[in-house]
């Protein structure tokens, strides 16, 4: 599949594409401007985008899964701890839809602050 990136203030994040419909239905969208919002060591942003949440969908994610969150809707990149997290896992608020892998070191998300502009584009 494609690439898609994420454009931060100061940074861009790229990331590719799995075969998923939430990932047809997200790049189908793009490009997409939104604002970083952050909870513990994730993340989000809302996003126009209205997709079911799949089968595969969960909370958990390993750092570096990119997920749809069909309860924003939103997209959620986790990086570590959320305020929910048991131990040193990255759990998400509900299952989510994986539908990227990030490319380059996701802690680096660790700079942005809520209401920080993200461009979300093809890559």
């Given at each position: 599949m494609a690439r898609i990136r994420f454009e931060f203030d100061t940074f861009t994040l790229e990331a590719e594409l799995l075969d998923t419909p939430t990932a047809k239905a997200i790049v189908a969208a793009l490009p997409i401007i939104s604002s970083a919002l952050t909870w513990g060591e994730e993340v989000y942003f809302d996003i126009p985008v209205e997709v079911a949440r799949e089968k595969t969908a969960r909370a958990i994610v390993t750092?570096?899964?990119?997920?749809?969150?069909?309860?924003?809707?939103?997209?959620?990149?986790g990086f570590g701890r959320t305020p929910i997290s048991q131990r040193d896992e990255t759990r998400l608020a509900s299952p989510c839809n994986v539908f990227a892998r990030a490319l380059g070191d996701v802690k680096t998300l660790a700079a942005v602050k809520a209401g920080t502009k993200v461009r979300v584009s093809v890559g």
């Open positions: 750092p570096g899964e990119i997920a749809y969150w069909p309860d924003g809707p939103a997209i959620a990149i």
